[in-house]
């Protein structure tokens, strides 16, 4: 089993020295781990440059939450991968289901996206994740197929590896609910017979696909011990730093244990 990745998403939280605070308590709770973790922080685009300065003394990457479509220009208060790439930030969250839902990002618009990033050297955090309508419907592997097929799968096997996936079931985001680790690994396996079909073998085995939908310090371990469950997206149990650095443990456990 592969090395795990662990991504925090603050969403629109902390104010700036609330985020200083829980960037500091972070670092300096991973000082001393002997980490093989891959660990990001995305915060609100406000404090991406704090986290960048704490990051070049620590053991975590940062993540941005969003980017927009176009490059530059008259788009009063978008954000550019340029912009990203200048604050120090290597990662971006790309298609998350609040934006998918609240903000109406098409597959299309999504797609334009990831290629902006990909243009900038940071590298896409593409979720995808059916609604509790289509999963009951039994539609959530064609639902993720298709999104897999219009926001990814026109890339070529070079970009495709710069691409990490996270799977997040949208009737458990931040409703308390988890998929079980039967359901995370079933969904898992068919995300990474897709990029096989797609690409290849080994394409399909080296692409990191985290689980994202109400991850936490007392369910990470499980999760994390599945085959093909990557690491996680971690919501609000990021916003905690000891709960956040104990899912760093229990990824660190599950590769150890495999």
């Known amino acids: 089993m592969k090395n795990k990745i662990v991504a925090g998403n603050w ?21 001393d781990m002997p980490l093989n973790t891959e660990i990001i922080i995305c915060p609100p685009f ?11 003394e620590s053991k975590f990457s940062v993540g941005a939450q969003n980017v927009s479509s176009e490059k530059s220009g008259a788009f009063t208060g978008e954000i550019s991968a340029e912009m ?11 298609g998350h289901s609040e934006r ?67 799977y997040e079931p949208v009737w458990a985001i931040g409703t308390g609910l988890t998929a079980t680790p039967e359901q995370a690994q079933k969904m898992h396996a068919h995300i990474r017979q897709l990029i096989e079909k797609q690409y290849s073998v080994e394409v399909a085995y080296n692409t990191y696909i985290l689980y994202g939908g109400s991850c936490n310090s007392k369910n990470a371990l499980e999760l994390f011990s599945c085959q093909d469950v990557d690491g996680g ?7 905690k730093a000891e709960e956040f650095i104990e899912i760093i443990n229990a990824a660190e456990t599950s590769v150890k244990s495999n």
């Open 84 to 94: 990203i790439k200048s604050a120090g930030v290597d990662f971006c969250i790309v």
């Open 233 to 239: 997206l971690i919501g609000g149990a990021s916003l």
């Open 11 to 31: 969403k629109m939280n902390k104010t700036f020295s609330e985020a200083e605070e829980l960037l500091v308590a972070v670092a300096e709770g991973i000082d």
């Open 100 to 166: 998918r839902a609240h903000f109406q990002e098409s597959d299309e618009v999504l797609a334009t996206k990831v290629l902006r990033l990909l243009e900038k050297d940071i590298v896409p955090i593409f979720c995808i994740g059916e609604q509790l309508s289509e999963r009951e419907k039994g539609e959530e592997f064609k639902i993720v197929e298709n999104q897999l097929t219009k926001g990814l799968f026109y890339l070529d096997k070079d970009a495709f590896e710069r691409i990490i996936i996270a």
């Open 46 to 56: 406000l404090y991406l440059e704090m986290a960048a300065d704490v990051s070049e």
